[in-house]
C-alpha cells in the first residue's frame, strides 16, 4: 500500500491543507520521536498530536499509522533510567494509538534481549487493545539500532517472544542517513535469513 511517513503533525497537516500529497498514497504514518524532526509541543503531548493527527488523516480518507517512538519520554528534559518501563507507565502507545488504525510498537531497542523485548511488546499491546481493541498492532524490529551488531538469531528470538501479543512485525533495514546519523551499512541479509528462519514457520504469516 502506498505509504507515507511524517515525523510532525504540522508537517502532516501542511501538507494535507495544501493538498500536495501524492494522489496515490493511501496511508500516512506520524512518527513523533524524541528529536529535532518533531517540534518539542508535539513530543510533550503525543496524545493530544497523535489524535489530531489521525482525525485529519481520516477526514481526507487515508489508513492512519501510529508510530511513537520509546524515546518520547524524554520530551522536555531528562534522561529517563529505563525508558521502556517509562513509556508503559506513560501509557504513551495506548494514547497515541486511541484513533489510529495501525499501530508500530517501537520495541526495537530491546531485540537484543528476547524476554524484555517480549515482555514490553506485551504490555503495550495490552495497554492499546484495552483502549482500541479494532487497531492492528505490529512490533517494530530493525538490523541496525544503535548499539552493537545485530544477529538473525536475535530477530527470530525476538520474534517468537513478541508473536502472541501482536498481528505482525515491521521490519526495518536503515543505513546512514539524516534519519539514523549512527547507523552503519543496511543489512538486507540479516532480515532475510531471520525472516526465513525454519523456527517461525508456525507464526501466522510464515510457512516453511
Not at 501542511?14 to 524524541?34: K, M, Q
Not at 497523535?50 to 477526514?59: D, E, K, V
Amino acid at each position: 500500500m502506498p505509504t507515507m511517513s511524517f515525523k510532525s503533525f504540522t508537517d502532516l497537516d501542511d501538507t494535507l491543507s495544501r493538498g500536495t500529497l501524492r494522489p496515490d498514497i493511501r496511508a500516512v504514518i506520524y512518527d513523533a520521536e524524541h528529536w529535532s524532526k518533531t517540534p518539542d509541543d508535539e513530543q510533550r503531548d503525543p496524545a493530544a498530536f497523535y489524535q489530531r493527527a489521525a482525525q485529519l488523516a481520516h477526514a481526507h480518507g487515508l489508513i492512519f499509522i501510529a508510530t511513537p517512538a520509546m524515546d518520547l519520554v524524554n520530551a522536555g528534559g531528562g534522561k529517563a533510567a529505563d525508558p521502556a518501563a517509562a513509556f508503559v507507565r506513560r501509557r504513551i502507545g495506548a494514547e497515541a494509538a486511541r484513533f489510529a488504525d495501525v499501530v508500530d510498537i517501537q520495541a526495537q531497542s530491546l531485540e537484543r534481549d528476547a524476554k524484555a523485548y517480549g515482555s514490553f511488546v506485551a504490555q503495550v499491546s495490552a495497554q492499546i487493545r484495552a483502549v482500541n481493541p479494532a487497531a492492528t498492532v505490529l512490533a517494530g524490529l530493525s538490523t541496525n539500532p544503535h548499539g552493537s551488531a545485530i544477529t538473525p538469531d536475535m530477530l527470530v528470538a525476538a520474534m517468537l517472544a513478541g508473536a502472541g501479543h501482536v498481528s505482525g512485525f515491521w521490519m526495518n533495514v536503515p543505513g546512514k542517513g539524516s534519519d539514523c546519523p549512527k547507523c552503519n551499512a543496511p543489512r538486507p541479509d540479516v532480515a532475510v535469513a531471520a525472516l526465513t528462519d525454519g523456527r517461525l514457520a508456525g507464526l501466522p504469516g510464515f510457512s516453511s
